[in-house]
């Protein structure tokens, strides 16, 4: 998980959300917007999964994914990880790779 000092908070979420460039795959949206530090937030909804324990199952994964990528490649940023109900077909590893193929649409 992310120090919470990386993470948005309400207020912030609101002002990225509106503003950031939308990037998307077939079970993810990434909100990205140029920023001095990093901050991420990770969305999931009740169309993804109904229980509160598999979202935030869902949540905490990404945020471990994200995490461990940036930890190898530091970089800065405010990013927003939209779920789409079809990430719940998906593995831990396939979930990673499109996770890294938007992240690569960001770099570029």
Same mark, same amino acid.
């Given at each position: 998980?992310?120090?919470?000092?990386?993470?948005?908070t309400k207020k912030?979420f !609101?002002r990225?959300?509106?503003?950031?460039?939308?990037?998307?795959t077939?079970?993810?949206?990434?909100?990205? #917007?140029?920023?001095?530090t990093?901050?991420v937030?990770?969305?999931?909804?009740?169309?993804?999964y109904k229980?509160?324990?598999? $979202?935030n199952?869902? $949540?905490?994964?990404?945020y !471990?994914? +994200?995490r461990?990528h940036?930890r190898?490649?530091? #970089? #800065?940023?405010?990013?927003?990880?939209i779920t789409?109900?079809?990430?719940?077909?998906l593995?831990?590893e396939?979930?990673?790779?499109?996770?890294l193929?938007?992240?690569?649409? +960001?770099n570029?």
């Open positions: 998980m992310l120090k919470k000092k990386e993470r948005l912030e !609101d990225f959300f509106s503003m950031g460039k939308k990037f998307h077939s079970s993810l949206q990434m909100i990205f #917007t140029p920023h001095p990093l901050h937030a990770v969305v999931a909804s009740k169309k993804v229980t509160a324990v598999k $979202r199952k869902l $949540r905490r994964q990404i !471990d994914m +994200v461990r940036y190898k490649h530091p #970089t #800065t940023g405010v990013f927003i990880i789409k109900p079809k990430i719940s077909e593995s831990r396939e979930i990673q790779e499109e996770l193929q938007l992240i690569e649409k +960001v570029n």
